[in-house]
């Protein structure tokens, strides 16, 4: 074989590597890891779906090893659970970059991480604010049980399969608050008003310019009068 044929061997197998190191782990290989259940409700209406709004509203997340998986050991190597929100299909239509990818290093799936807890097999419960950061959309939560290192080894979810169940709609800010609706109505007001006072000055100070104009105009009617009226007289004497 040439020296030209291993370099390219060499390259192609080097390259191969490196695709294989930076590939994440596929989530079609943990269907059969869907060792947690996960649940996830509204906090003001203690629902599993419904509306929460963004800045005020919480979810209270809890997630447990599957109780059919007790004492099998399949839960022997989870280190930490990462709990995300998702997507649900009906927010990732024509959204591409919410597209779901098998390899989770490129899913964009769920892509807003919660947070991070110690995995136990009973399990654990966490409260989180919606942060005013995540878009609003329909989502669902799901929890990765996760080894040392950070690699997925196994999953749950608080939707079923098709993603269709126990959706959560979150309401984004809209970017206007009930103070700020408050200050625009009292400013209103009040420019209004001002606006009323200024209109009432100037027409106050119109008659009064008007009645000066009129006394002046009349007064000079009166002196021509009396000017012709002496003019008169002086003709007939």
């Not at 964009?108 to 399990?123: E, F, H, N």
């Not at 290192?149 to 959706?167: H, I, P, R, S, Y």
Request: hydrophobic share 40%; aromatic share 8%; charged share 20%.
């Amino acid at each position: 074989m040439s020296a030209m044929k291993i370099a390219l061997v060499l390259a192609v197998a080097l390259l191969a590597l490196v695709s294989v190191a930076e590939a994440g782990v596929s989530f079609k290989s943990l269907n059969s890891s869907k060792t947690l259940t996960v649940q996830a409700k509204i906090q003001a209406t203690n629902l599993t779906s419904g509306q929460a709004h963004v800045g005020t509203d919480h979810l209270v997340i809890s997630w447990a090893l599957n109780s059919s998986f007790d004492g099998t050991g399949k839960d022997a190597r989870y280190a930490n659970v990462k709990i995300r929100l998702c997507y649900a299909p009906v927010s990732q239509t024509d959204r591409g970059w919410r597209k779901t990818k098998d390899d989770l290093e490129k899913d964009k799936t769920c892509s807003k991480g919660i947070t991070q807890q110690k995995y136990v097999s009973t399990g654990n419960t966490t409260t989180w604010r919606i942060t005013k950061d995540v878009p609003g959309a329909v989502y669902f939560v799901r929890v990765y049980a996760v080894d040392a290192l950070g690699t997925e080894l196994g999953w749950g979810q608080t939707t079923d399969k098709a993603k269709t169940t126990n959706l959560i709609e979150i309401v984004p800010i809209s970017g206007r608050h009930v103070s700020i609706d408050i200050a625009a109505a009292v400013f209103s007001v009040f420019s209004v008003g001002s606006l009323m006072g200024f209109l009432g000055l100037e027409a106050i100070k119109q008659r009064k310019a008007n009645s000066k104009a009129g006394h002046f105009f009349r007064e000079a009617f009166i002196d021509t009068i009396r000017g012709q009226s002496v003019l008169r007289e002086v003709k007939i004497i």
